[in-house]
């Protein structure tokens, strides 16, 4: 069903509420804006699919009591972004969640499987992929944009019922709750404008002093793409930060040095970056930031990477799980150096099937070695 019209929308809602799953999918655009835009809301139950026209709808807020409701279980796939959405857009999250490629991981599948993959593994079905790239804002909509739309959410109540199934059977259903907490937490939307600068590409290649240059910078832009709702790079781009960086810019000509750089910015905005940069690189050391440890700085971890990795392989063989799902190379570079907070190896279900085990193995406690062609893991007290 269409639903195109605030009554309408709001019957659906009220009978939705009878229902045990509400599966979840967006479709938006987010090429010409910071935020991306709302196009469609796709919804399913136990005994319907809708699809709603966000443009027609005066008030997307009366989805918020289902969408709490903990009756209802919802189910996405890959759902961060649709998460996103959905708190700007009605202000809640939902809860229950289920990610159905969150939980694939724990059932076999490779990591971050897409959601077409995972129809065809668990359905049988084969998508067609014909409109994976339409605009969605143009209307009228067509008979095929919606067979697509509606396509991301039908399997989605099956797909969760069989995999709560196989979870249950392997006793791993709970393994994803903290996961999935996580997922609904509002703190992940809330971006710090002052901290996007460690994720400037190339950023490592800046001194602490540059640092604060391209932390002032970097926050600057980022206010300046939300107030005017284009993306960042739209501003200025990465390069072209790291690049004014690096050469410590105090002027506007300094700045226009870099290229590409008059044609991004006008006279007032220069100056403003110009300001900025000078009085970061002038002020205290103490203000500066500490570049991210890692990096070229850090000791080889070759040797205890190569026995991490067995054992890792070992579990993640014995538990049916993927191996990149278990734990991924930077994860274990950085247990491997010393880090303890802030890694997904080491919380969670993750940490019970092998990471504080890889602690141990580190500390000395565990030993591996070879029983014919099988890796074998004794601890030190004798116990294997």
């Not at 995999?163 to 994803?176: A, D, N, P, V």
């Not at 206010?223 to 105090?250: F, G, L, S, Y």
């Not at 406690?365 to 030190?380: F, P």
Request: proline share 4%.
């Amino acid at each position: 069903m269409y639903i195109a019209n605030q009554e309408t929308f709001e019957a659906f809602i009220a009978r939705a509420h009878n229902s045990s799953v509400l599966a979840i999918d967006t479709e938006f655009l987010r090429e010409k804006t910071y935020y991306a835009r709302l196009c469609l809301i796709q919804l399913a139950t136990d005994d319907e699919v809708v699809i709603v026209d966000p443009f027609a709808i005066q008030d997307l807020h009366v989805l918020a009591p289902l969408l709490e409701d903990e009756n209802v279980t919802k189910i996405l796939h890959a759902g961060g972004q649709d998460l996103e959405i959905l708190w700007h857009e009605v202000g809640v999250l939902p809860n229950p969640l289920f990610d159905t490629q969150v939980a694939a991981a724990l059932l076999g599948h490779t990591q971050q499987i897409g959601y077409g993959a995972l129809v065809s593994a668990e359905c049988g079905v084969s998508l067609r992929k014909m409109d994976s790239f339409t605009d969605w804002s143009r209307r009228p909509l067509s008979e095929s944009q919606l067979d697509y739309a509606a396509d991301d959410v039908i399997y989605l109540p099956r797909m969760y019922r069989h995999m709560k199934e196989q979870l249950e059977s392997q006793g791993r259903l709970h393994w994803l709750d903290p996961e999935f907490a996580e997922m609904r937490d509002p703190a992940r939307f809330d971006s710090d404008e002052r901290e996007r600068y460690r994720r400037l590409k190339r950023v490592g290649q800046l001194s602490r002093r540059q640092l604060a240059a391209a932390r002032e910078v970097a926050a600057w832009r980022e206010i300046t793409a939300q107030k005017r709702n284009v993306p960042r790079k739209w501003v200025i781009t990465d390069e072209q930060i790291v690049e004014a960086c690096k050469r410590e810019a105090r002027t506007i000509d300094d700045l226009f040095m870099v290229r590409g750089m008059r044609e991004k910015l006008n006279t007032r905005d220069a100056r403003t970056v110009a300001s900025l940069m000078k009085a970061a690189m002038d002020a205290s050391p103490n203000t500066w930031p500490e570049p991210d440890r890692g990096g070229k700085n850090e000791p080889n971890v070759d040797a205890p990477l190569d026995l991490m990795s067995a054992l890792v392989r070992l579990r993640a063989k014995e538990n049916g799980v993927a191996f990149p799902t278990l734990a991924s190379h930077d994860d274990l570079v950085r247990v491997a150096r010393g880090y303890r907070q802030g890694i997904d190896l080491l919380r969670g279900w993750r940490r019970a099937l092998v990471g504080e085990e890889l602690i141990e193995l580190l500390e000395g406690k565990l030993m591996l070695s070879l029983e014919g062609h099988e890796l074998k893991v004794t601890r030190l007290d004798g116990e294997e």
